[in-house]
């Protein structure tokens, strides 16, 4: 069975940083590509950033371009990704979430298989 667990959110001031992770289990995901998704409370849930499996393809969503960084770490079977300058704006869940079927990361939640429980985070101003 495939699992996918999100971790690092948390309340952090306008202007901050954090760093989330992502670790996958049951299967290896290092083959396939990896997606961070976000849902604020009311809205649908949104891309934020996505990976091919060697990072050969990267996309961001044009809210978080610049301030965002999605990196993979395959010998761990973890996707990483850095929030820097976070605003109230970003506030949402931010769930993990992968696919098997792709190369290329998907910019929809239709495109992915498996998604974690999602991890909380809060930005204050």
């Known amino acids: 069975q495939v699992q996918l667990e999100e971790s690092g959110g948390g309340l952090v001031q306008a202007g901050g940083s954090l760093r989330l992770s992502c670790a996958a289990s049951?299967?290896?995901?290092?083959?396939?590509?990896m997606g961070w998704f976000r849902q604020a409370s009311g809205k649908e849930r949104e891309f934020v950033a996505g990976s091919s499996a060697r990072a050969e393809f990267i996309y961001y969503a044009d809210s978080v371009k610049g301030r965002f960084t999605i990196s993979r770490d395959n010998a761990k079977n973890t996707v990483l990704r850095e929030m820097n300058s976070l605003t109230p704006e970003d506030t949402a869940v931010y769930y993990c979430?992968?696919?098997?079927?792709?190369?290329?990361?998907?910019?929809?939640?239709?495109?992915?298989?498996?998604w974690g429980q999602g991890t909380q985070v809060t930005v204050s101003s």
């Open positions: 979430a992968g696919d098997r079927r792709r190369v290329v990361p998907g910019k929809t939640p239709n495109e992915y298989e498996y």
């Open positions: 049951g299967r290896t995901f290092s083959r396939y590509p």
